[in-house]
Nanobody, 126 residues
Framework: QVQLVESGGGLVQPGGSLRLSCAASGFTLDYYNIGWFRQAPGKEREGVSCIRSSDDTTYYANSVKGRFTISRDNTKKMVYLQMNSLKPEDTAVYYC???????????????????WGQGTQVTVSS
């Protein structure tokens, strides 16, 4: 059974940090590109970051570039999203997603990913 499980969300003050984790099971993580998405109430789900399977190349949305860092540990089957300098507008449910092989439409396109986690809530508020 293919499964992705996010954890690490919570309530933090503006300027604070959180590290989200995505635990993968049921497949070999080495072959999969992993993306992080987020969705705030009333807003569209948007791509936050991704890490490519072949060479660990990373991509970030402009809104988080310089503040967030994605990484992976294939041995542990874990993907992480380190979030620093958090802002209230970062408040959302964060999802990890997995895709085998190369991207076609783009890393931030939801339909590119076949596996999704259940999401973890991140709230940035004073």
């Amino acid at each position: 059974q293919v499964q992705l499980v996010e954890s690490g969300g919570g309530l933090v003050q503006p300027g604070g940090s959180l590290r989200l984790s995505c635990a993968a099971s049921g497949f070999t993580l080495d072959y999969y590109n992993i993306g992080w998405f987020r969705q705030a109430p009333g807003k569209e789900r948007e791509g936050v970051s991704c890490i490519r399977s072949s060479d660990d190349t990373t991509y970030y949305a402009n809104s988080v570039k310089g503040r967030f860092t994605i990484s992976r540990d294939n041995t542990k089957k874990m993907v992480y999203l380190q979030m620093n300098s958090l802002k209230p507008e970062d408040t959302a449910v964060y999802y990890c997603a997995a895709r085998w092989g190369e991207y076609h439409s783009g890393w931030s396109v939801m339909k590119e990913y076949e596996y999704w986690g259940q999401g973890t809530q991140v709230t940035v508020s004073s």
